[in-house]
T-cell receptor, first 112, second 113 residues
Framework: AQTVTQSQPEMSVQEAETVTLSCTYD???????LFWYKQPPSRQMILVIR??????QNATENRFSVNFQKAAKSFSLKISDSQLGDAAMYFC?????????FGAGTILRVKS | NAGVTQTPKFRVLKTGQSMTLLCAQD?????MYWYRQDPGMGLRLIHY???????AKGEVPDGYNVSRLKKQNFLLGLESAAPSQTSVYFC????????????FGPGTRLTVL
């Protein structure tokens, strides 16, 4: 069975600062993909970043980057230059064998 | 291009009533999914479909049925609603399975009294 664990229920960051959200996972699949989704108060699930497990290079999307440690089964999200619009629930997820499995989420609060 | 849409956005049911949630996508995606989101638990897969006319069980299928009669639509049915089915329901779609990003609808908030 695949599991995704987010150990931080809530995080806070000052505007313009950097924050890292943690995620660990477990799977027996050799081919899988990892994602971070953002869910603002509007409830819409928005893809932030995606990482293919076979790629060693960490994915980057503008201010968002990941630290993918395959051996440790760790997939953290770093948000640089945090903005008020980054405030949301962030979900780590992985997919292997057609099924997307989510972590419980981390609420990110951004202070001005 | 509307992406993934869900109908209705909100619904209140009494215990024992039935209802159907409709999901529609206009991206010609093969795969479609129904999830429920409960506080502190993330999203859990209810049922999914890998193509028109196919359905399969996910992690929490009990109490729900689905149908995929047309490629663009995926229906989620509750035959006899229970308070434990109070949740936010999300539909998603993807072009293929494992490798492709899933795109989500805006969600349906369902309350069962």
């Amino acid at each position: 069975a695949q599991t995704v664990t987010q150990s931080q229920p809530e995080m806070s960051v000052q505007e313009a600062e950097t924050v890292t959200l943690s995620c660990t996972y477990d799977t027996s699949e050799s081919d899988y993909y990892l994602f971070w989704y953002k869910q603002p108060p509007s409830r819409q699930m928005i893809l932030v970043i995606r990482q293919e497990a076979y790629k060693q290079q960490n994915a980057t999307e503008n201010r968002f980057s990941v630290n993918f440690q395959k051996a440790a089964k760790s997939f953290s999200l770093k948000i640089s230059d945090s903005q008020l619009g980054d405030a949301a629930m962030y979900f780590c997820a992985m997919i292997g064998g057609n099924k997307l499995v989510f972590g419980a989420g981390t609420i990110l609060r951004v202070k001005s | 291009n509307a992406g993934v849409t869900q109908t209705p956005k909100f619904r209140v049911l009494k215990t024992g009533q039935s209802m159907t949630l409709l999901c529609a996508q206009d991206m010609n995606h093969e795969y479609m999914y129904w999830y429920r989101q409960d506080p502190g638990m993330g999203l859990r897969l209810i049922h999914y479909s890998v193509g028109e006319g196919t359905t399969a069980k996910g992690e929490v299928p009990d109490g729900y049925n689905v149908s995929r009669l047309k490629k663009q639509n995926f229906l989620l049915g509750l035959e006899s609603a229970a308070p434990s089915q109070t949740s936010v329901y999300f539909c998603a779609s993807s072009y293929s399975g494992t490798a492709d990003t899933q795109y989500f609808g805006p969600g349906t908030r369902l309350t069962v009294l």
